[in-house]
């Protein structure tokens, strides 16, 4: 426990020191929140997902937060990799699953962090959050969201040696994967052809269970999305686990 919690606070003083990362990883979220959400508040509206477009949004800015900062985290590999920090690590007398578990809960807890600013920032603009119950089961879910997709920026980065060619990779594959989540238009609006694909979206659950903790409505069952996102986050661990001990130096 003692290497996990190690290099868990390494990346905590590592992001708590980048102010630039701190600013930049808010910066999408909130432009959505700010610019789409005014935008189409008084054109769109969407019966039984809250009272208005902004409402609607806030819980997938949050989810959105979470994700490019846990999926993201995973270029820590490959910076450790050139700099030769993971060398040292992996000739200690510790197992790799302590390390890549402190990474994991390291990118995790970061993640969070950036959500709970970006739900921090959306009570000033039309949030209210139903119950502290409710409170306490989006942070469950924003900490999933963290495990999984940092997880699984893990388990690429340990195949990759170029930090450009990771950020490519993930911004071809995380893209779709925010953008089929229901976080920015409702799912029963999508086509009968589309609906099926959005459903295979780990994040679908995710987003839907945190504007359940926030505003009391979700278009799936939140004991369904908490079982779908936390079978997720387990396989992900294990499949990075399992591609960062074979990870090479």
Do not use: H
Not at 23 to 50: A, H, K, Q, T, W
Not at 68 to 84: E, H, N, R, Y
Not at 102 to 125: C, D, E, K, N, R
């Amino acid at each position: 426990m003692d290497i996990i919690y190690t290099i868990w606070l390494r990346s905590m003083i590592r992001y708590i020191r980048s102010k630039s990362r701190i600013v930049g990883s808010i910066s999408m979220p909130l432009f959505f929140l700010l610019f789409l959400g005014f935008g189409l508040n008084s054109v769109v509206r969407i019966p039984g997902l809250g009272e208005n477009y902004i409402e609607f949004l806030i819980p997938g800015m949050v989810a959105m937060s979470v994700l490019f900062t846990s999926v993201f985290s995973g270029i820590q590999i490959i910076w450790d990799k050139q700099f030769g920090f993971l060398k040292e690590t992996l000739v200690a007398p510790v197992t790799r699953m302590e390390i890549m578990l402190g990474q994991t809960f390291g990118g995790a807890t970061t993640a969070l962090i950036q959500g709970i600013i970006i739900m921090v920032i959306s009570l000033f603009v039309g949030l209210k959050v139903q119950s502290v119950t409710g409170f306490f089961i989006a942070l469950g879910f924003m900490v999933l969201i963290g495990i999984s997709f940092t997880a699984f920026g893990i388990a690429i980065a340990s195949r990759m040696e170029d930090m450009t060619g990771f950020q490519l990779i993930m911004n071809f594959v995380v893209f779709p994967i925010f953008g089929l989540s229901g976080a920015l238009f409702p799912i029963s609006s999508l086509p009968p052809w589309l609906a099926p694909v959005t459903m295979l979206d780990p994040l679908t659950y995710g987003v839907e269970g945190i504007r359940y903790g926030l505003t009391g409505v979700s278009q799936i069952n939140p004991v369904l999305s908490f079982m779908v996102i936390g079978g997720f986050a387990c396989i992900m661990t294990i499949i990075g686990a399992f591609l960062f001990r074979k990870i090479s130096i």
